[in-house]
């Protein structure tokens, strides 16, 4: 039986009731046979669903309760089969929202019945949790039975399965969770139950004033306890006993996830603390008196404690952590309304760590309280709630005590102990003490705890507790008292603390830890009460009960608050030092950690105000620091502390330690014991190392506590320094020597070592310990800047202390130590922001050092006072904000005394200082900076060249490095100073140098724009008054600018050229930054310093440049003149640059206009300069301000081009004009402008015209063909800058720049004629090839635009004929080799002739009077192609008589008579087959002309005379010919005496014995052939067409005819026998007149 799946979207309610159809169709089917009342019901339920299908007011509502019914009764039917599908048909129901509130009564009833058969419970219990969790209608006893039904599954029997009893347990959870989350809902308003929705309940014991929800829950939580109990529940009827460990793991889940329904309902409070607390209590009965047959051993691999065989209550280990787990969430939710109840409870876990409790217990009992600690607001609450009220359990101190007691314990062997050097013991971490090994087996981030055994809820018995697990947890939970104690009186900074002390632990950086501000800096007298009576009187049996209560110092509530801080520290603190000792005695591997907790310990005890615990802490740091035999007096005030716990024993007197590695062994501190008492050797272990790494932590981060105690700290200090024999450097700070570690390695391998027990460190290793030492102890005194002043006092007294012991020794010339002063320095170098109270009696004693006569002594005297001078004006560099004037005289006083000295050396490391002081410290100057860069800027040309080089160093130094030392005030005299090197002329480097500092300063001003704006936002003097509108820092930058441009015009190449190349870099790279006002100053300093250029440019000289005998200068910078011309390409192209990169920004500046006109005019006067490089650079500037406009969007780009266009129509025009006048009289240099020069200025045209298109007339058309053909009438000069290959024509580029025009031109027909003349003109003007290729481009215009370009066709025309008349008459000749390859330009003209008339002739006889001046001027251009060289006769000719044949004379309509009777004579003409006397002369020397061309002329006439014979006898000759001579229409009489003269020729060469010229042959056959036509042709007109005359002529033609047939040569020439043979045949019908005559 399978499912239909329900369908959802806008339209789902229906579908929906589809789908329920089908499925009751299903059921209906399937109960046909067997339950024949379920089909009829579920056929009623189909026609409900119908009806309501149908209507659309209609809602599943409405039928709900109807189509329940077959569904129920389906369950009833107890057919597995059918009751499946009805669950799940049900489930539908419910998922769809399908069901009412009496609805899921009826299901509740059915699941309930199905339930009590065992039948399908995991559908069930899915059917239930579907209803439960997608509606909110099951409440009172629907709920109840609901809860019922699946809480009778939990319990596994014969017929339920594990799993089944799973899913119960999962269900009954989530529906226990659902009804408090109801709960919940309805307590915030969130949910609100229809009352009629609830029944009736009949065993209802809830208060009655609570909501449905509410009652719900508060019955289920009831029930829940009295299972628990043991006892029947009351609402859940028929439930009278559940797994304690279920109904435990729910109550747990009430408690910690819906603590919110206890907080703000009341009853549920009075449940919790009435019944729940009071059942927990009841539940630990058996483990409170539980107790261990004997002892367990704390010791590793002992058995956990078992209770005796016949003790009646024995622990429950599944009950027992479920009840632990109830006691931390009751004391982590509801210790604020459970006060009592938690202190019961805390005080019963803290009994759970007895060491007669098993092992688990215990175990348990401390995850419990990591938990706790973890969480610093719990810990205060008890400290406030029990340890601070009287009459109360000291909860917070019994829980440290506890803990200490605890580790303590775990030591107590009671097997034999380990043996010292044991191999059994393991090389990890853990605690070894007393005999006993506890490895550290488990570790927890700080402020989590992760327990292990309280989690194991599937245990059902006690587990194994593995080795050191318990002391892991114990170490844990002192450290996790200690963090929190530190958060409470902390706050957030014991995080940034934190962050900072393990960065400076991990890394040893030198981070400053800022700890050292003591909150509460109380008096010592208020907190030096007896340790003893302090502590150990907090027994509850004893008098003094309450004696470790603060007494309240004020009412107020920040001084109850300082009360509980000071209460929290009282309470734990010798607790918490007495167990991290015993932990830090026995640690292996841990001892950093422990240490650092001691740290924290003491730094919160002092902020405070806890003197003793800050001691105690500080005291048990040097012990562990120094070496156990080493005494030192100052200690002994430091006495150990009292046990809080009596079970305690006296620690065992140290002995060797074999933990640890040997790291350094030396010498004691000489002193002024005799040297007999004193040890020949300590030795210092990694141990040792440690420690005193902690004391250096300590003393830094709680220096302002110290106080007095200074003194003890810096002995200890200085005598760990000297035995490990660190020695002062640069700066004050320790370093391990090479020499040291040697010495140390002897001593090591000396027989001494075997005394020694443990292992020897190796030597490198030891030194890189010994750095780190050094580091931190550095770090110390670099902290002292954050102690008050009373705190730094007592640190500098014991260091002058310390200094007057180390020189009453070096009098008697033992070796002192320099710890004191290097010291001194240290701490002089860190409290710079207060020099007024330090700055005296540091300097004043390190004076008396200088006096000492110890040469050590002395110059570590005058080290630390250069250092500290160094330092205090590198200090006052950073922290600006506390210069004055007072504190720069203050810090200079001790260096001027030094100067005072007139000895050499101490003059020379004056000198030294102040160079160091520029170098390293630069930023102490101050005030003082202007008198520095005075006494710099006064080295100037009159001094030596070495003063100067010394001088310029310094200069070096402020302008590369210490920039930012200077100050924004002193930065224009740097720029000043820097200027002033550059203009110098003693060293031409120091020069180019100088321009660089300058680009120096340029990178400062940009990285330090931020301080500097800001700094100089108030300083009005920082910029001239002539730029009053500008910003501070804008100011600045024109000042820089300004120099530069003043160096760009200076007498000296180099440095012209390294000052342009320096503004116009500053410029590009630092432009950004610049303000509109300071954009308008910066072009005003530009364009004069073109002006200066110009004017220099103009009267430099041109005489070779005297350079001495050993500089050899390249031709091109030989002159003065060449040499401003490259500052003039470099200055140009500068500016131009500039426009370029920011033409959008100056188009918004003042007078932009102005700006761009004054820009073109200055690339116009240099472009028209008479130097290739200076030109060239010009025209690449233009095209570069050029592009850069076109990339411009606005209106101010449409405004500067017609500027643009008028600039290139200059330098255009102002090619090729006259060299200027010498005025020294000498000859004039030729000058031409290069290829490239030419190029780029046409290639420019087309950036310009794209702008200016739309406005382009017809006048600037004509403009531009004028350019152009200026350009390419100038012939280019050979220059370097074209490089190696010529390039293109400047024609072809030219013709590119009207080839852009041409489509304008063709939108645009008042353009045609402009550009017609412009293409006629640049073909004049440009080459041959050229020439053809602008005729080719007017051919194309034409023939794009005939119609509008009528007028223009006859220049055209003329044009055509120009170009092939300039074609030499021998061009064909010398091209006939590539003309297989590419025609010749007489060929290509002809070419565009035949292209011209093919598109022309017919518009010229459709229009011909508009064609009137093209009719009167082709018949002489087609002279010219047919019969002139270097086209006449020629192929093309030929073609030319072609389209005179089809388009003048053949086709219709008819062409103008005259002009087709100039053809028609032009045609005439060519059958003549005439030879070119000027031709034939030309060529005389040769004595034969080229066959080629004599057959092409050949051919040529026998086409004309064909086409003459075609067109002789046509009708409408006479239409034609009217104006022709009458008696001889078409010119037969001089055609037949040429025939005569030829024949004639040929007849007087009979006798000749020599062949026939291949010539001449060619030409009597011709002529016969042509006679023959001519016979033929004249017999077939009308006899009108031939007179008289033209037959008498032809006749006589006969006898010479015959005279050659008689010849004998005439049969060889060449095919003329044949001919000869055809004219004589036409003859025939000569012979008698024809009748007309």
Not at 890 to 904: D, G, K, Y
Not at 956 to 985: S, W
Request: aromatic share 6%; with cysteine; charged share 20%.
């Amino acid at each position: 039986m399978a499912f239909v799946s329900a369908v959802t979207g806008d339209d789902s309610t229906k579908k929906f009731m589809d789908v329920l159809q089908n499925d009751f169709k299903t059921l209906s089917l399937e109960t046909k046979k067997k339950h024949p009342q379920i089909r009829e019901a579920c056929d009623e339920a189909i026609e409900k669903l119908a009806l309501a299908s149908n209507n659309p007011q209609a809602s599943l509502y409405g039928v709900v309760n109807q189509i329940l019914y077959p569904l129920v009764q389906g369950c009833e039917s107890k057919d597995v089969k059918i009751i499946k599908f009805c669950l799940g048909t049900i489930q539908r129901l419910i998922a769809q929202q399908g069901i009412d509130a009496k609805g899921a009564r009826h299901v509740v009833d059915c699941l309930y019945n199905l339930g009590q058969a065992a039948m399908l419970e995991l559908k069930l219990l899915q059917t239930a949790a579907l209803l439960m969790t997608t509606s909110d209608l099951v409440h009172g006893d629907t709920l109840a039975r609901t809860m019922v039904m699946c809480i009778r599954m939990v319990s596994p029997s014969e017929t339920r399965d594990v799993s089944t009893s799973h899913a119960a347990a999962a269900t009954v959870r989530q529906l226990v969770a659902l009804v408090f989350e109801r709960a919940l809902a309805e307590a915030n308003g969130t949910l609100k139950v229809n009352p009629a929705d609830v029944r009736m309940q009949a065993n209802n014991k809830a208060p009655k004033d609570l909501k449905p929800c509410a009652v719900d829950a508060y019955l289920i939580l009831q029930d829940i306890i009295q299972l628990i109990n043991g006892d029947s529940a009351h609402w859940l009827v028929g439930i009278s006993d559940v797994p304690k460990t279920f109904g435990l793991e729910l109550l747990d889940t009430v408690l910690t996830d819906f603590s919110d329904v206890f907080f703000k309902i009341s009853e549920f409070r009075f449940l919790l603390k009435e019944h729940v607390c009071a059942l927990i209590i009841r539940l630990f009965s058996p483990n409170v008196k539980y107790r261990a047959a004997f002892p367990s051993p704390h010791i590793p691999g002992a058995a956990g404690a078992a209770a005796t065989a016949g003790a009646p209550e024995r622990p429950h280990f599944p009950v027992t952590m479920r009840l632990l787990r109830l006691v931390s969430v009751i004391v982590h939710k509801y210790h604020d309304v459970l006060v009592t109840e938690c202190e019961i409870f805390l005080s019963l876990t803290i009994k759970f760590l007895d060491p007669d409790k098993p092992l688990w217990q215990r175990a348990l009992a401390l995850e419990v309280l990591h938990r706790i600690t973890v969480h610093p607001d719990l810990l205060k609450a008890f400290c406030e709630c029990y340890d601070m009220k009287p009459h109360a359990t000291n909860i917070f101190q019994d829980i440290v005590n506890a803990l200490g007691a605890y580790v303590q314990s775990l030591f107590v062997a009671s097997q034999v102990n380990t043996p010292a050097g044991s191999s059994s013991i393991p090389q990890q971490a853990g605690f070894y003490w007393k005999g006993v090994w506890l490895p550290l087996c488990v570790t927890f981030e700080p402020g989590t705890a992760k327990a292990v055994y309280i989690e194991m809820l599937d245990r059902t018995e006690a587990p194994t507790i593995q080795d050191g697990y318990g002391i892991s947890v114990a170490y844990a939970c002192l450290v996790e008292i200690i963090r929190s104690i530190a958060i409470t009186l902390e706050g957030e900074d014991y995080f940034r603390l934190q962050e900072l002390y393990d960065d400076s632990q991990n890394d040893g950086e030198d981070k400053e830890i800022n700890s050292n501000k003591t909150t509460n800096n109380h008096k010592e007298s208020e907190t030096t009460l007896d340790n003893g009576k302090e502590i150990t009187n907090n027994g509850h049996g004893e008098a003094d009960q309450n004696s470790n209560v603060v007494e309240k110092i004020d009412p107020e509530a920040e001084d109850k608050e300082r009360l509980l801080k000071l209460q929290l520290i009282k309470s734990s603190w010798c607790g918490l030092v007495w167990g991290l000792s015993v932990l830090a005695e026995a640690s292996i591997g841990e001892l950093e950690n422990i240490l650092r907790a001691i740290q924290t310990l003491a730094r919160v005890s002092g902020k405070v105000g806890v003197t003793n615990a800050r001691d105690a802490c500080i005291g048990a740091l040097c012990r562990c620091a120094l070496p156990a035999q080493y005494c030192v007096p100052v200690l002994g005030a430091l006495a150990a502390l009292a046990c809080p716990w009596p079970a305690a024993r006296p620690a065992p007197a140290p002995g060797a330690d074999l933990r640890h590695h040997v790291v350094w062994v030396g010498t004691p501190l000489p002193c002024a014991q005799p040297t007999g008492q004193q040890q020949s050797f300590v030795m210092v272990t990694s141990r040792h190392v440690t420690a005193m790494r902690a004391l250096l932590a300590a003393a830094r981060r709680d220096g302002d506590a110290l106080q007095h105690a200074w003194l003890p700290v810096l002995t200890t200090l200085q005598h760990l320094v000297w035995i490990l024999g660190l020695k002062p450097s640069t700066g004050g700070s320790m370093k391990a020597s090479r020499a040291s570690a040697d010495a140390n390695a002897v001593m090591s391998t000396s027989a001494v070592m075997a005394d020694l027990p443990g292992q020897q460190v190796p030597v490198a290793e030891s030194l890189g310990v010994m750095s780190a030492l050094s580091a931190m102890l550095s770090r110390v005194f670099e902290a002292s800047k954050n102690l008050d002043d009373v705190a730094l006092h007592h640190l500098i007294d014991a260091l002058c202390k310390l200094s007057n012991e180390a020189m009453e020794l070096a009098y008697s010339n033992r070796e002192p130590s320099l710890f004191a002063v290097a010291k001194l320095l240290e701490t002089g170098l860190a409290n710079m922001h207060r020099i007024e109270m330090m700055w005296r009696p540091i300097t004043n004693h390190l004076l008396e050092v200088c006096q000492h006569p110890h040469i050590r002594m002395r110059e570590w005297g005058v080290e630390a006072i250069t250092y500290l001078v160094q330092a205090a004006f590198q200090y006052h560099h950073n922290n600006p904000g506390l210069v004055t004037e007072a504190r720069e005289r203050l810090v200079l006083e001790p260096l001027a005394e030094l100067c005072a000295v007139r000895h050499c050396d101490v003059r020379a490391r004056q000198l030294e200082c102040a160079a160091r002081l520029l170098h390293s410290r630069g930023d102490q100057l101050g005030a003082a900076w202007p008198l520095m860069m005075e006494i710099i800027s006064a080295i100037s040309d009159h001094h030596s060249e070495q003063l100067v080089r010394s001088a310029f160093q310094c200069a070096q130094l402020v302008a590369g490095d210490l920039l930012g030392c200077a100050g924004p005030r002193c930065l224009r005299r740097v720029l000043a100073a820097a200027a002033a090197f550059a203009r110098q002329t003693k060293e031409l480097n120091i020069s180019l140098t100088a321009v660089g500092l300058m680009w120096n300063i340029s990178d400062y001003l940009y990285h330090n724009r931020d301080k500097l704006s800001a700094a100089l936002s108030s300083e009005a003097a920082a910029a001239p008054d002539a730029q009053p509108d500008l910003p501070p820092l804008d100011r600045l930058w024109m000042c820089l600018y300004i120099r530069l441009s003043e160096l760009c015009t200076e007498p000296r190449a180099p440095v012209r050229r390294a000052a342009s190349q320096t503004l116009f870099s500053c410029i590009g790279a630092h432009g950004t930054l610049l303000s509109k006002p300071a954009w308008r100053a910066l072009l005003a300093v530009l364009f004069p310093m073109l002006d200066q250029v110009q004017k220099q440019s103009n009267i430099a000289s041109s005489e070779k440049v005297d350079t001495g005998e050993h500089i050899l200068i390249h031709h091109t910078r030989n002159t003065a003149q060449k040499q401003w011309a490259e500052t003039q390409v470099l200055t140009l192209s500068g500016v131009s640059r500039v426009f370029h990169s920011r033409f959008q920004l100056l188009t918004t500046v003042g007078d932009f206009n102005r700006s761009w006109t004054a820009l073109l005019d200055y690339i116009t006067d240099f472009a028209l300069r008479r130097s290739h490089e200076v030109s060239v650079a010009a025209l690449k500037s233009f095209q570069e301000v050029v592009s850069a406009a076109g990339r411009v969007e606005g209106e101010a780009p449409r405004r500067v081009w017609p500027a643009a266009w008028a600039a290139w129509t200059t330098i255009a025009s102002g090619l090729g004009g006259p060299p200027p006048a010498s005025e020294d009289g000498k000859p004039v240099e030729m000058y031409a402008p290069s290829l490239n020069f030419l190029t780029t200025l046409v290639q420019i045209f087309p950036l310009i015209f794209q702008h200016i298109r739309p406005t382009f007339t017809a006048e600037d058309v004509q403009k531009l063909g004028e350019c152009l053909s200026n350009v390419c009438s100038v012939e280019p000069s050979a220059s370097a800058l074209d490089g190696l290959g010529s390039g293109a024509p400047v024609s072809l580029h030219a013709l590119h720049c009207l080839d852009t025009v041409h489509k304008e031109a063709l939108s645009r027909h008042e353009l045609l004629g402009a550009l017609f003349s412009a293409l006629i003109a640049l073909a004049g003007a440009a080459e041959q090839a050229g020439s053809a290729r602008c005729l080719a481009a007017a051919a194309r215009l034409y023939r794009a635009a005939p119609g509008p370009s009528a007028q223009h066709a006859p220049r055209l025309l003329q044009a055509l004929h120009t170009a092939v008349k300039k074609c030499s008459p021998d061009k064909r000749r010398r091209n006939s080799d590539r003309e297989r390859d590419q025609p010749d330009e007489p060929t290509q003209i002809a070419s565009l002739l035949l292209q011209v008339l093919a598109t022309g002739l017919p518009l010229a006889r459709e229009n011909p009077d508009e064609y009137a001046e093209f009719w009167e001027i082709l018949p002489t251009v087609l002279e010219t192609f047919m019969f002139e060289p270097p086209v006449g006769g020629t192929a093309q000719a030929r073609e030319v008589v072609g389209v005179v044949r089809d388009e003048v004379l053949r086709a219709a309509p008819r062409a103008p008579a005259p002009a087709a009777r100039r053809l028609l004579a032009l045609v005439r003409a060519g059958s003549l087959h005439h030879h070119n006397n000027a031709h034939t002369a030309h060529h005389a020397h040769q004595v034969q002309q080229n066959e080629q061309e004599l057959k092409e002329r050949e051919e040529f006439a026998r086409t004309c005379f064909e086409t003459l014979l075609q067109f002789s006898m046509l009708e409408d000759m006479d239409s034609i010919t009217a104006a022709e001579n009458e008696n001889d229409p078409l010119a037969i009489m001089p055609l037949l005496d040429r025939f005569q003269e030829v024949i004639s020729r040929y007849n007087k060469e009979e006798d000749s014995s020599e062949p026939l010229p291949r010539q001449q042959a060619s030409e009597v056959s011709f002529v016969l052939r042509a006679v023959a036509a001519l016979a033929a042709a004249m017999r077939r007109a009308p006899p009108a067409r031939v007179d008289r005359a033209a037959w008498t002529k032809l006749i006589d033609v006969y006898p010479s005819l015959v005279r050659l047939a008689g010849g004998a040569r005439v049969c060889g020439a060449g095919g003329a026998g044949a001919a000869l043979r055809e004219a004589l045949l036409q003859f025939g019908a000569l012979l008698a007149p024809p009748p007309a005559l």
